[in-house]
């Protein structure tokens, strides 16, 4: 099968073209068209709703036809069309999901209304056609969480963050050091020469049973450390871009580890590997930390290449044809959703305002 992906959930137009073989085998990424919209955005300090609304609807026609044209495919040649359908911006969720409507009713092909997190949930399928189940840890602007994936559509979610995600955190750390946008790969940058042990800087919930997060506190201590200081010297920004990305790491191994340990219960051993999705997996520094901690656990690393942990059209037009191939495709009135769990049976965090 071969399936038409569009992602358009926040501040990235993309779509894709990915040939689907088999659950068994990794898929081929025919294609994988990508507009970042950094520059629209950059001078607000973070993304504009509206504005990245905008940009969608501009962008995206042209994205589409390049995505047949580097695939050196015409609309004949599809089997399927996957839009995300949620969660993300809903101005932006909405230009997707109406477009590949417009395609579908058109052209007569099976829609699919996708979950952006089940995009990036398997997107180790397409790269290593990884078997179910998996633990998975999701760490992305809008989400922290751990989940078993136990199959498509099938999760179980074991931990999430009670505030702030823990992109969301590296975003406002680097608006706070006057990094710019986007954060996470800006403060990964500084931090590239600081001393982490400089700052002391709180771990929240380590130590605690159970796999949850929390970066509101930890975000708060950055702030307090900054406001601290009179100016600002690179090296200071270094040294708490360092500080900041250190504990964020520790706290995220620490609820792994303990999500490893509970996950253990249901997983047989020779099954149980640890894979990182969403944007923050393309830390180096996590990626380290996290391989550590799964292979102490007993646990495979698995981690999607770098232009694949962040937002782009090839997961969504993957899951589509993981979902397509097991005949559930969604109505054509399907509507687009700011919020939408993979685990939708998972009681809420304790202490939670949840976001994720
Ligand atoms: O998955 P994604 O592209 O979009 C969402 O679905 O949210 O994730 C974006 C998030 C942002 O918060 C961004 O700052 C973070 O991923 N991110 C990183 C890195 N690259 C992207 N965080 C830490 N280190 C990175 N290298
Ligand atoms: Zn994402």
Not at 4 to 20: F, K, M, N, Q
């Amino acid at each position: 099968m071969t399936i038409l992906g569009i992602e358009t959930s926040c501040d990235e137009t993309a779509a894709a073209v990915v040939r689907w073989r088999g659950s068994d085998v990794p898929g081929e990424i025919l294609s994988n068209a990508i507009f970042s919209q950094i520059e629209d955005h950059a001078p607000f300090g973070g993304v504009v709703p509206e504005i990245a609304a905008r940009a969608h609807v501009e962008h995206l026609d042209g994205l589409i036809a390049r995505a047949l044209k580097d695939a050196e495919l015409g609309w004949d040649d599809l089997d399927g069309i996957a839009a995300t359908a949620g969660p993300g911006l809903i101005g932006g969720v909405i230009v997707g999901l109406m477009t590949a409507k417009g395609i579908a009713a058109a052209r007569g092909l099976p829609f699919i209304a996708l979950n952006h997190l089940e995009g990036h949930a398997l997107t180790v399928r397409m790269t290593e056609a990884l078997p179910f189940p998996y633990l998975l840890l999701l760490v992305s602007g809008g989400h922290s969480q751990l989940l078993v994936v136990e199959g498509v559509g099938r999760y179980r979610r074991l931990g999430t963050t009670v505030d702030d995600a823990v992109g969301e955190a590296f975003d406002k750390v680097a608006k706070l050091l006057g990094l710019g946008y986007p954060g996470g790969p800006a403060v990964e940058r500084a931090a590239r020469d600081g001393d982490p042990s400089r700052f002391p800087l709180p771990r929240p919930m380590r130590g605690r049973p159970g796999c949850d997060f929390s970066f509101s506190g930890l975000k708060t201590a950055v702030r307090q450390v900054a406001e601290s200081l009179d100016f600002l010297t690179d090296r200071d920004r270094a040294d708490i871009a360092a500080s900041f990305q250190c504990a964020a790491a520790d706290v995220l191994s620490d609820r792994t580890e303990n999500a490893m340990a509970l996950a253990s219960e249901t997983i047989p051993p020779g099954h149980r590997r640890l894979v990182v999705a969403g944007g923050v997996a393309a830390n180096m520094l996590l990626r380290e930390r996290l391989m550590v901690s799964a292979h102490a656990c007993g646990y495979e690393f698995v981690v999607p290449p770098l232009n694949l942990c962040t937002d782009n059209g090839a997961m969504i037009a993957w899951a589509g044809a993981e979902r397509l191939a097991l005949g559930l495709t969604d109505p054509i009135d399907a509507g687009p959703r700011a919020r939408w769990p993979l685990d939708p049976d998972a009681a809420p965090a304790r202490g939670a305002g949840v976001k994720a």
